[in-house]
């Protein structure tokens, strides 16, 4: 995104695409299958609170997002949010 540009201006499916991408590269392979995964059956449904709840999610670092989402940590309160709850819900596709 130019640096002229703020991110309201950015077009929606512009920000679902980049939100994508964002969770399928994420740094760790655990991460970039759960959130990528995730991302694909859900985030082009997402309306714009949605979409500022997960991108505030992809600011975690994976070791503890996989805490949380693996239940192996308590995940703060201020992450539990709607979309949140999605992810912990989220299921791998069985292939």
Do not use: C
Not at 17 to 42: C, P, Q, V, Y
Request: charged content about 30%; cysteine-free.
């Amino acid at each position: 995104m130019p640096q002229n540009q703020d991110a309201s201006d950015e077009p929606e499916i512009n920000r679902k695409k980049r939100l994508i991408f964002r969770s399928w590269h994420r740094g760790t392979k655990e991460m970039d299958l759960i959130l990528g995964s995730f991302a694909d059956a859900n985030v082009m449904g997402f309306g714009p609170q949605e979409l500022d709840q997960y991108e505030r999610i992809l600011t975690y670092n994976d070791p503890d997002l996989y805490g949380w989402i693996s239940g192996s940590e308590q995940p703060p309160a201020n992450i539990i949010d709607d979309v949140f709850q999605k992810i912990l819900a989220h299921r791998l596709p069985k292939k």
